[in-house]
């Protein structure tokens, strides 16, 4: 796909969005992972589309990934949710999350809020509960900036030293403390899936500083950065990886961990996301 090419469609993205949306567009987009759709259901949604009505936005193929764009409040504030998202081990390249983010910045979305569901390698950070992210380590061995560059959206060599915004982790800690949810920071890293990892392969993982692990959200931190968005990461802890417990790894177990986080996660990004508004007017 050329850079004309993601351009016109993301032209066309936004147009399809704007159409079908008669109110201001928020300055705030959420994109929910695993087991977190649960979340959708405390939004008061004003507008609704299927990924499909949507030039460039993918069908997700996985249980928990709707595959809706959806414009409503929660707690007051007015968010674009993002419910559903692509994996690698769907089989599918990278220039629908290209697509899908910098739709968001044609939008006009400022900040984004990536949520993830994620394995556990601190045994001191038990499922059910959220992560901040404080950073993370791609072990895909590939981006989806990789090719052209398009000048026009963000630098060729897009500076990562902040890739999720402290400011904003800040005030995520600041929501979490004052409703007594706990809220740990940690390193999050990416593999491909879809397998769950090996034991050893948890144990490298630990050697090079990650706290839980996932198969996703580094895509989009990647290009919501290049193109200037402002990115804070929650990963919802939905259980212990391979070897640091005797329970056998499942996807249900995912789901099942992830809508308990999902309970505590509704909470904090409610308030979260007033305290963010109110500090970007």
């Known amino acids: 796909m ?19 949306h008669s109110g201001p567009m928020p300055r705030i987009a959420v994109q ?5 759709a649960g979340v959708a259901k405390a939004v008061k949604t004003t507008t609704e589309l299927s990924y499909s009505e949507i030039p460039g936005f993918p069908k997700p193929s996985v249980e928990g990934h ?10 007051g504030t007015e968010v674009l949710w993002l419910q559903g998202r692509v994996h690698f081990y769907e089989g599918r390249g990278l220039d629908s999350v290209l697509i899908m983010i910098r739709t968001l910045k ?5 900040a984004l809020v990536l949520t993830n569901a994620a394995g556990s390698l601190n045994p001191g950070m038990a499922p059910g509960g959220l992560m901040a992210i404080s950073d993370h380590i791609n072990l895909t061995g ?12 963000g630098p060729r060599f897009p500076d990562m030293t902040e890739a999720y915004d402290r400011r904003l982790r800040k005030l995520l800690h600041t929501a979490a403390d004052d409703i007594g949810i706990e809220l740990n920071d940690g390193v999050y890293i990416m593999a491909k899936g879809p397998n769950f990892e090996t034991p050893a392969e ?14 996703s959200t ?27 417990s005797d329970v056998p790894l499942t996807h249900e177990e995912t789901m099942r961990e992830g809508k308990i986080a999902g309970e505590n ?17």
């Open 2 to 20: 050329t850079l004309e090419d993601i351009r016109k469609i993301v032209k066309d993205a936004a147009k399809a969005i704007r159409d079908r």
């Open 32 to 36: 929910l992972g695993s087991g977190l």
């Open 142 to 153: 590939t981006n989806p900036l990789i090719g052209p560059n398009d000048d026009a959206v």
């Open 66 to 75: 709707a595959g809706l764009l959806l414009i409503g409040e929660i707690g």
């Open 218 to 244: 580094v895509p989009e931190c990647l290009v919501a950065n290049h193109c200037g968005i402002r990115v804070v990461g929650i990963s919802s802890l939905t259980n212990l990886a391979a070897g640091l």
């Open 106 to 110: 044609a939008l006009g979305i400022e």
């Open 265 to 281: 996660l509704v909470v904090v990004l409610s308030d979260f996301l007033k305290r963010l508004d109110r500090s970007s007017r």
């Open 202 to 215: 948890i144990r490298a993982f630990r050697t090079l500083g990650a706290d839980a692990v996932g198969m």
